[in-house]
Structure formats: C-alpha cells, structure tokens
C-alpha cells in the first residue's frame, strides 16, 4: 500500500526524523506508518506537552494501529486507555470547569467514569452527571447554576465525540 502522507524535512522538532514522528514509533511498539503531515506537526504543537506523548499523539498511533490492522487489545490496552483519558468527555468537562483538584468531592473518580464511558454513554446519564455536579457544588466552589452546568457538560461531551470520529477510534468505547 502507497501511503499519501508527505514526508517533510522543513519542520523543526527533534522527534522527528527523516519525515517520521519518533513519538508515535516508540508509542506504537510495532511497525506502522509513522511519517507525519505538517498539518499533525501542528495539531502536535498545539497540545500539552508539545513533541512528546499527548493527545494527538496517542489518538494518532491508536488510529495508525488499527488502520494497519496490527490492533491487539492485549498488547495495545494502555494506549487504548490513554485515548480514553487524553479525549473523554470526563477530561474535556475538568477542563472546561476545573473543580478536579479537591479530592473530598470525588471528581477525578467520576471524570474517570464519565472517561471510561465515552460521549454516548455520557449522554445517557446526563441526569447522573448533574446530580454529581450538584453533589459537588456543595463541597467546592463551582457555578451552582444548573444550565450553566448542563451546558459545559454537553459541550464536554461534543467535543469528545468528535475527537474520537476525527480519529477514527469509536471502537476504543467498545473495549
């Protein structure tokens, strides 16, 4: 098979190497196409931490694994689960309003819930999340109005499902 993906030299990153990102080669563990745009050089600067293991680096390697046909859930497990971190609902919501850092609320528990269940099921148990939300409320300083809430919920959720179609990794939330 051809790949399409140009390989660049006038991009200045110390990870990459003759057009392939050695981020996502030593993420994958296994032979795949590593050669990367320019445009995921950017999308790359553009998440935290630059040039090493993010967002669009893990999202990148899970969909270069799969698209190769050389996913195993054994093998690949932890990136699996990285993906479902770096782009869930639960990560994109503790963004979004930051109540996370109180551990007595339980939040990072239940980003890590929200996370595992992915943008549908999320959507499925809106009114869960805002009883959780509401729960919260009382033990940290968050904007007690309820749309206000719901809003920044829904948009978490949005957000995460359109990462996991632009990456193509909906069958992550089956595993």
């Not at 990102?21 to 950017?42: E, N, T, W």
């Not at 040039?51 to 270069?64: A, P, S």
């Not at 549908?120 to 749309?147: F, G, H, K, Q, Y």
């Not at 920044?152 to 632009?166: F, M, N, P, Q």
Request: net charge positive; charged share 25%.
């Amino acid at each position: 098979m051809i790949s399409t993906i140009p390989i660049i030299n006038n991009i200045n990153c110390n990870k990459l190497k003759n057009g392939e990102c050695l981020v996502l080669r030593k993420l994958a563990g296994s032979p795949i196409d590593c050669r990367v745009s320019s445009s995921d050089c950017k999308m790359c600067n553009q998440c935290t931490p630059k040039k090493n293991t993010n967002k669009f680096t893990v999202c990148k390697t899970l969909q270069r694994i799969k698209l190769g046909g050389l996913f195993e859930l054994e093998r690949h497990a932890r990136l699996a689960t990285a993906v479902k971190c770096a782009i869930g609902p639960g990560t994109y919501l503790h963004n979004e309003i930051g109540i996370f850092s109180n551990s007595k609320c339980g939040c990072e528990h239940k980003a890590a819930i929200m996370n595992e269940w992915g943008p549908m099921e999320c959507a499925n148990n809106l009114d869960l999340i805002m009883e959780w939300l509401r729960e919260a409320s009382l033990l940290v300083t968050i904007a007690p109005v309820r749309d206000g809430l719901r809003n920044a919920v829904l948009r978490a959720i949005s957000k995460s499902e359109r990462d996991y179609r632009y990456y193509n990794l909906l069958f992550v939330l089956d595993l």
